[in-house]
């Protein structure tokens, strides 16, 4: 079984703080690595993407890769009111673009 | 941008009913996936789609069906619907390969309750 980990948190982080989320999968096949927002009641929306180990950096979103610790994150930085939401991690884990999706964690940005 | 639209946000159905969710995407993506959500249990993937006329089973296939007869139109049917399938179900689209061409797109989701 492909699976992908989180932590379901809460977690919380007051505003303006950088908010640390992570993920761990278990296929070391993997090539395509995702992050979803996710509002209450709400469809999935794509933050990032990455595809290669390092850092990739879209405005206050970084994501993080290391394929040989098989851990893949996102910070976020000056964190906002509006980014309580849930984070999901995608890991394409091949079969016709197929991904695995983690539980989610929850964030809560508190003034 | 990619759109994907599904045809009801709300969905109340009785116990036996056939139930048909519609999905539409306008990007001339070759997969799409139909998807559940329950609290606690994740994204679970039904049934996908690579191609016209082409099915595959996903994790939780049993109860569901689909039907693609044309390339933007993914249908998810509830030959008989029951109460343990009242969930958030979720349509999404991606184009085929990898780098950037395999991000699936979500549509707004479909709420069912089945009474």
């Known amino acids: 079984q492909k699976e992908v980990e989180q932590n379901s948190g809460p977690l919380s982080v007051p505003e303006g703080a950088i908010a640390s989320l992570n993920c761990t999968y278990s296929?070391?096949?993997?090539?395509?690595f995702f992050w979803y927002r996710q509002y209450s009641g709400k469809s999935p929306e794509l933050i990032m993407s990455?595809?290669?180990?390092g850092d990739k950096e879209d405005g206050r979103f970084t994501a993080q890769l290391n394929k040989a610790s098989q851990y893949v994150s996102l910070l976020i930085r000056d964190s906002q009111p509006s980014d309580s939401a849930t984070y999901l991690c995608?890991?394409?884990?091949?079969?016709?673009?197929?991904?695995?999706f983690g539980t989610g964690t929850q964030l809560k940005v508190e003034l | 941008d990619v759109k994907v639209t599904q045809s009801s946000r709300y969905l109340v159905k009785r116990t036996g009913e056939k139930v048909f969710l519609e999905c539409v995407q306008d990007?001339?993506?070759?997969?799409m996936f139909w998807y559940r959500q329950d609290p606690g249990l994740g994204l679970r993937l039904i049934y996908f789609?690579?191609?016209?006329?082409?099915?595959e089973k996903g994790d939780i296939p049993e109860g569901y069906s689909v039907s693609r007869e044309k390339k933007e139109r993914f249908s998810l049917i509830l030959e008989s619907a029951s109460t343990n399938q009242t969930s958030m179900y979720l349509c999404?689209?991606?184009?085929?390969?990898?780098?950037?061409?395999?991000?699936?797109?979500f549509g707004p989701g479909t709420r069912l309750t089945v009474l």
């Open positions: 999404a689209s991606s184009g085929s390969g990898t780098g950037s061409t395999d991000t699936q797109y």
């Open positions: 296929d070391r096949g993997s090539q395509s």
């Open positions: 990455i595809y290669s180990n």
């Open positions: 995608a890991v394409n884990t091949g079969g016709g673009n197929k991904l695995t």
């Open positions: 990007m001339d993506h070759e997969n």
């Open positions: 789609s690579y191609d016209v006329k082409m099915k």
